[in-house]
C-alpha cells in the first residue's frame, strides 16, 4: 500500500518569502502522479500541482513549484512570493495509475505573517 | 454545473441515529469518490464508483456505512447506528473516467455526532 507522510505540521513565513513545504511518499509503482492541494479553513480542497511520476521535469505554477526527487521518493512544494491569501493547510497526494483513489499525507498548516 | 455538490453542508445527530448524505458531481464526470476527514488530518478514502458500478471499498467502510449512485449521477453515503468516532468531514470528489485531470472535491458535509 502507498503510504504519504508530511513531517511538518506547521509552518510560517512572512509575506512576500519563500517557504518550502516536505512530503515523501512510498510506493512499488514506477508510474504514478503526485498532487500538492490547498484546503483553506471550512472551504474546499483545492489543486495546486500535479506531478507526473514519467516527467523528469518539475511541474511549475505561476509561484508554485515541485522539487520531484524520484529516486528518494521525495515530492517538496516550493512557494515564491508568499502571499496572505496562500494561509491554509496544504496536504500531500499520492495517485496511482488506475486513476482512482487518492492517498493523502497528514497535511502542514501554513501561516502567512504581514 | 459548476462544480461538485454535497448535501447538508452540516448534520448534526443523536448516536444511534442514520443518517444519509447526498454528492451530485460534475455532469459530465463518470467516477465519484468518497473521503472521510477528521479535524487536522488529511482525508482517507473510502469508497468509488464508475458510472454505477461501486469498484473499490476501504476497510474503513464498516457494515454501518453503505454508499450507492444507483443511476450513475448523484451518490448517497448512508450510516446507520451512528458513534461519535463517525464525527468527521465527508467529502466527495468527482473525476472522468480516465487521468486526474478535473479531479474536483466538493465542500463536504460535517457531521457531528452527540
Known amino acids: 500500500a502507498q503510504t504519504v507522510t508530511q513531517s511538518q505540521p506547521e509552518m510560517s513565513v512572512q509575506e512576500a518569502e519563500t517557504v518550502t513545504l516536505s512530503c515523501t511518499y512510498d510506493?512499488?509503482?514506477?508510474?504514478?502522479?503526485l498532487f500538492w492541494y490547498k484546503q483553506p479553513p471550512s472551504r474546499q480542497m483545492i489543486l495546486v500541482i500535479r506531478?507526473?511520476?514519467?516527467?523528469?521535469q518539475n511541474a511549475t505554477e505561476n509561484r508554485f513549484s515541485v522539487n520531484f526527487q524520484k529516486a528518494a521518493k521525495s515530492f517538496s512544494l516550493k512557494i515564491s512570493d508568499s502571499q496572505l491569501g496562500d494561509a491554509a493547510m496544504y496536504f500531500c497526494a499520492y495517485g496511482g495509475t488506475s486513476y482512482g483513489k487518492l492517498t493523502f499525507g497528514q497535511g502542514t498548516i501554513l501561516t502567512v505573517h504581514p | 454545473d459548476t462544480g461538485v455538490s454535497q448535501d447538508p453542508r452540516h448534520k448534526i445527530t443523536k448516536r444511534g441515529q442514520n443518517v444519509t448524505f447526498r454528492c451530485d458531481p460534475i455532469?459530465?464526470?463518470?467516477?465519484l469518490y468518497w473521503y472521510r476527514q477528521t479535524l487536522g488530518q488529511g482525508p482517507e478514502f473510502l469508497t468509488y464508483?464508475?458510472?454505477?458500478?461501486?469498484?473499490?471499498k476501504s476497510r474503513l467502510l464498516s457494515d454501518r456505512f453503505s454508499a450507492e449512485r444507483p443511476k450513475g449521477s448523484f451518490s448517497t453515503l448512508e450510516i446507520q447506528r451512528t458513534e461519535q468516532g463517525d464525527s468527521a468531514m465527508y467529502l466527495c470528489a468527482s473525476s472522468p473516467t480516465t487521468g486526474y485531470y478535473g479531479y474536483t472535491f466538493g465542500s463536504g458535509t460535517r457531521l457531528t455526532v452527540v
Open positions: 510506493t512499488s509503482e514506477s508510474d504514478y502522479y
Open positions: 464508483f464508475q458510472n454505477e458500478a461501486q469498484l473499490e
Open positions: 455532469s459530465e464526470h463518470n467516477r
Open positions: 506531478q507526473e511520476a514519467y516527467k523528469q
